[in-house]
């Protein structure tokens, strides 16, 4: 309460010093600086703070950057409570928030006209050097206009085509190259199977290219890896060296993080000129409601077709915020399914019996086919909550706050909502450990942050919540229902893999280190 009064008070003055000297005006920004430095140590060192303190010291923190980071969070949890400070220097913190009131409460305040408290924050800041103006990040008008714009472009019909036309026929394309490698005996990486696949997908679906990346090696791969990993390490960085750009091409890993963003951005402008061709060309056709055209269904396609004003900068960006949201996110969530079935045998007998009886003789399944493959849908779901992906949400409060649960958030605060916490707290789940597909019912809607209040958030919620859940849940489960159908998997403990690379801030573990 002390640092919302003082900050609150310290502004009243602001306004009196308006108007007065310009060193009137330095005196009194010499004094917020210091109130707030003094108010943020006697919050995180002095016991002034009505949010208990983790006991981690930045030293700790830095130790445990770019690896088990979110295993500490979940100790932190049980040591100090839903909600906690996380000192990260001598006056900077993040608030952790393990618990689904405040998740919501959060939430549903970002970028809300209605309630405008918290913002993206430190996410964008370090990838903004990846998504540009993309509207994965901004914020405000622009992002309203662009979101409004962008997500009519997924509904239920071109869905409904992207499945026959895309999710289907890319995961068959991935069957036939597996079929190889089963009859000669030998192991494959999945992981790296399911990233060529959904960046196949997200290409076709996104821009109606065929980056074929399950046959060929695709340097955009590797590129969206450097860019991502640089974006989770400055996230982390003690020292943001990265804030000063004139250094960025004299520092060997923003050196190449640049390289990387270079050529994801030269693909992207390559990509919607090939389609731009194709519009010009063409009379414009009037995208109505459901409207699908027959040789170019493309995202890309209805927003160059429908989209009044938009600067090629900003549609560049645009797009490529959905290839990079799109590709890593899917191709991970289906690696820990199968993973997960793997290791229990009786929930993959039940998802095989599913498939077989759902599909009987096709080997791709129709859109009524997906629609009743409620099984395969909620072992995708629990994998989602064992293993969310980001398991962290960042936010920003722009002015103070208070949360659910009395906890006050001070203006500037950055806030970390560790959907991992939620999604294994035993005050939120039963047994949250164990993948039991069965505790989300066949009958009931498929789990949402709406259906769950919160306790279940692999997608956000609020007005940021992912504008591709629905075509990511379906291309999830297309893919696995062709492979479930063709394929017994079995895990090859002896073959030894680099790390999961992960959005956003952290690393997942290995499933088979975890294994180990
Ligand atoms: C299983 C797969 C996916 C997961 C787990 C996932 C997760 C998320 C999450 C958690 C957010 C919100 C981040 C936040 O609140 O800070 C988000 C945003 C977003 N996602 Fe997804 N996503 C997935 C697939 C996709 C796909 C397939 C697309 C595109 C077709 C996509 C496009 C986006 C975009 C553009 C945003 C930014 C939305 C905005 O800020 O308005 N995602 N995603």
Redesign the pocket.
Known sequence: MDSQHEITSGSGSQIAFIGTSKSGLWTLRRRLIWTSLWTALGRLWGGKSDVPVADAKPDDIKDLLGGALFKALYKWMEETGPVYLLPTGPVSSFLVVSDPEAAKHV?RA??NPKRPIYV?GL?AEVSEFLFGD?????GGDN?RV??RA?GPS?HKTYLAAMADRVFGPSAQHLAEKLEGVAASGESIDMEACFSQL?LD??GK??FNYDFDALNTSSPLIQAVYTALKETEQRATDLLPLWKLSFLAPLVPRQRKALEAVELIRATTERLIAKCKDMVDAEEQARFGEGYINEADPS?LRFLIASREEVSARQLRD?LL???V???E??G??LTWTLYLLEQNPSAMAKAREEVDAVMGERSQPTVADFMALRYVMRC?NES?RLY???PV???RAQIADTLPGGYSVPAGQDVM?S?YNIHRSPAVWDHPNEFRPERFPLDEPVPSEQTTDYRF?????????????Q???M??VVALAVLLKRFEFKLDMSYEKMELNL??VLNLHNPRMESS
Do not use: N, Y
């Open positions: 939430l970002t970028d993206k996410v993309g509207f994965a990040i901004t992002w662009r979101r962008v997924l959904t997908v997200i679906a996104v995202v645009d915020s959905m290839l949201a799109g590709h996110t899917t991970s969530v995708v989602m969310p992906h980001p949400l960042l936010r909502i959907v958030i692999p997608f956000s919620g609020g007005p940021r919540k992912c504008v591709g859940d075509f990511a849940l291309e999830a959005v956003l």
